[in-house]
């Protein structure tokens, strides 16, 4: 491999070099054609392969060889808990990226969700690195199985939209150390992840593209990273830095191209003797070592892809049932039995609303999209009566102006989102929408009411300024709950919402992000008891945006700059360690049926940095319905000399039980596991004494508690 790259190199002239450091097109890099190099071709994103554009305009072309399966959102796979199944998630984007022609696909998503107002908290994982890097990996391995390139973004420290592109975070070295990048350091050193994504944002002064930092001593020093590194679209700044940085690959949003900061600019300090063409070989080396990992220079097979087959559709539907959380189930109101029910009222514009073409580069062409309301008519079947009611008016976020992108680098690069007019023509159209759905409820034997959020909300490049739902849906939740007070309400929305106002009125409460193109299927069979709920939540639900660390101790969004004073207090480890009530806590779900522990143990096996703790533990279905329960292990400090959490995530799994089933769980905990950073020595360490080991229905809910000795 090195002989056939270095050989490469020394045949390429400098201008060949360049072009294939900067993009040519908007997703595209230059190829070299007299030497067999092809252009490397990127497309987003997380939730499918993105439509087709010209090289040069972001209006889409608009033929139809662009559509593409619509995959769960990334906070959706989270939820499933499921490693399998997020792998084989990741081979139907791999293979549709491959169809498309694609070497490169942008995702996953793995930014840690610091704040609930984040516009792509959709697009990530998890509050939890622990969680985000085990749903990571065997992502990022599926989709590489498909000889594409996972490039898993944003690296690091981009947490808001607001003033992405400028804003300087303040972080401490521990929290770095322990929250922000773990996942990454996984998606690296366990997936083999052949590509990753520079950030926005600004971090000890430098932009993250050009960090020496965060891209030379962390990434390709400590981590031994020798894969290709791309900047976000437009994240570039200096040629200088950029060119003296371990970056490998400038994109953009713009289509002056040879205007990037690597491409002319670049040249030309190469000619005066200001940059060394050295620089620029190991950058082209390790685009060059790309290719050849996935099997694209001369002389190589690459397999072929696919696109949208029925072993896609049918993963897609599996993660999309595995996905939906249960919140609430006061009286077994659920699953409903389609016999009782003659005539069914679902109301709510999000029942049916296709998300699947919003959101920023996100978006995508499906080959199709059940709704709600369509999922839940194929499964009755025409026996029951099934009426739709909008109930409230919802912004049009398809209407979006095609070039967003290139507004997208003015004023920042992000904002949070203002006060929606409220004038009266509005707010009437509203309460017409409101009082017909109230009228038409009183005729119905079920009422079944999908609100939340849309890509209005769930965007790139726009912060909410709160979690307030949108659209006066408050007062309609809380007005049906009254008149039917079995109404069963489901929230999709890729990020959690206030739901104060009605919360302790609701019975029946379901949870069910952007969950692909058979999301709707997949609700109703949940809905319907099809399906065994089995999702849980991947991040904490607080009741306000104000209870949440990033608000209440740090800054969010900041000014110039963002301060993380929280530090290592993110999300559940804030909430648990400091007992800040919330609406439902991470981890958290429920099942139509019942499960039980029993017989926890540990102890601690060889000694030193080598020692390892192993647990075990029975599992119980006591209940009458086969179902899938995650088994959550927590560990933290007894009397600990630091400001540690109270518990942390350090293992799962999701095991499937038939009633009265019993199954025995072993998990083995390396020293890593009881570690915490030591600014001061800059390494992980392990304090001896007694440490508390946990087994959890979610981070609240202990079931079991034993003690270990280190």
């Avoid at 509050?127 to 000889?147: F, N, R, S, T, W």
Wanted: overall charge negative; some cysteine.
């Amino acid at each position: 491999m090195e002989s056939k790259i270095e050989r490469l190199l020394k045949e390429l002239t400098l201008d060949e070099k360049i072009g294939m450091i900067h993009g040519k097109g908007l997703f595209e890099t230059k190829g070299v054609e007299r030497l067999g190099i092809p252009p490397l071709k990127l497309s987003d994103g997380p939730m499918g392969v993105r439509n087709e554009f010209p090289g040069d305009s972001w209006v889409p072309v608009g033929n139809s060889d662009d559509y593409v399966s619509y995959l769960p959102s990334n906070s959706a796979l989270a939820s499933t808990w499921n490693r399998k199944l997020a792998g084989k998630c990741g081979q139907v984007l791999g293979e549709e990226a491959r169809g498309r022609g694609k070497d490169v696909i942008l995702a996953p998503g793995i930014n840690i969700k610091r704040s609930s107002l984040c516009g792509r908290n959709f697009e990530y994982m998890s509050e939890d690195p622990y969680l985000a890097g085990e749903m990571a990996v065997p992502l990022i391995e599926g989709i590489q199985k498909a000889d594409v390139a996972a490039c898993v973004k944003h690296f690091a420290l981009n947490n808001q939209e607001t003033d992405r592109l400028w804003v300087e975070v303040e972080v401490s070295d521990q929290a770095l150390r322990e929250i922000y990048l773990p996942a990454f350091k996984k998606a690296v050193k366990k997936a083999g992840a052949l590509s990753l994504m520079g950030a926005y944002n600004r971090y000890k002064g430098e932009h993250c593209c050009e960090s020496k930092e965060l891209l030379t001593d962390i990434l390709r020093k400590e981590w031994g990273y020798d894969g290709m590194v791309v900047s976000d679209w437009g994240a570039v700044h200096d040629t200088k830095k950029a060119a003296e940085s371990a970056l490998d690959l400038e994109m953009s949003v713009t289509y002056d191209f040879d205007n990037y900061c690597l491409a002319r600019p670049l040249k030309e300090a190469v000619e005066k003797g200001e940059i060394s063409e050295g620089l620029i070989d190991e950058k082209v080396k390790n685009i060059l070592q790309l290719m050849d990992r996935l099997h694209m220079l001369p002389g190589e097979h690459r397999q072929s892809g696919s696109y949208n087959t029925p072993e896609h559709q049918k993963t897609l539907l599996k993660a999309a049932e595995e996905s939906i959380v249960l919140l609430k189930n006061e009286n077994h109101i659920l699953p409903l039995k389609p016999e009782r029910i003659r005539k069914l009222l679902v109301v709510g514009d999000n029942a049916n609303r296709a998300h699947s073409g919003g959101g920023g580069s996100a978006e995508i062409k499906a080959f199709y999209e059940i709704t709600p309301l369509l999922g839940i008519k194929m499964l009755l079947g025409g026996n029951t009566r099934v009426d739709f009611c909008q109930g409230y008016l919802a912004d049009d976020f398809l209407t979006k102006e095609a070039g967003w992108q290139e507004e997208s680098l003015k004023d920042g690069g992000g904002k949070t989102a203002g006060e929606k007019d409220t004038d009266g023509a509005l707010l009437q159209k509203q309460k017409e929408l409101r009082e017909e759905a109230l009228r038409k409820a009183a005729l119905y034997d079920q009422v079944i009411f999908v609100g939340g959020l849309n890509h209005q909300q769930d965007l790139e490049g726009r912060d909410r300024p709160d979690m307030k739902l949108p659209y006066a849906q408050d007062q309609l939740i809380l007005e049906l709950l009254k008149a039917k007070p079995d109404t069963v309400v489901v929230m999709a929305a890729g990020s959690p919402v206030e739901m104060g106002a009605w919360l302790s009125r609701a019975k029946a409460l379901v949870w069910n992000w952007y969950a692909g193109m058979e999301g709707g299927k997949a609700l109703a069979e949940v809905l319907f008891g099809k399906v065994n709920p089995s999702g849980r939540l991947p991040e904490s639900f607080p009741f306000s945006h104000m209870d949440c660390p990033a608000h209440c101790i740090g800054e969010f969004p900041g000014g110039k700059t963002v301060a993380y004073r929280e530090g290592i207090f993110v999300g559940y480890r804030y909430y648990e360690t400091r007992q800040v009530p919330v609406a439902f806590p991470f981890g958290y779900g429920l099942s139509y049926t019942e499960f039980t522990y029993e017989r926890l143990k540990a102890r601690v096996k060889g000694n030193g940095n080598g020692a390892k703790v192993q647990v075990t533990l029975g599992v119980v279905n006591t209940g009458a319905m086969k179902g899938k329960e995650v088994v959550q292990l927590y560990v933290g400090r007894k009397n600990s000399g630091e400001d540690r959490p109270i518990r942390e995530l350090k293992a799962f799994d999701k095991i499937s039980l038939k009633p009265g089933e019993i199954k025995n769980l072993e998990f083995m905990l390396d020293m890593e596991a009881f570690s915490y950073y030591d600014e001061k020595e800059k390494e992980f360490r392990v304090e001896k004494g007694a440490y508390i080991i946990s087994v959890c229905r979610s981070s609240h809910e202990v079931w079991m508690e034993t003690e270990v000795e280190l």
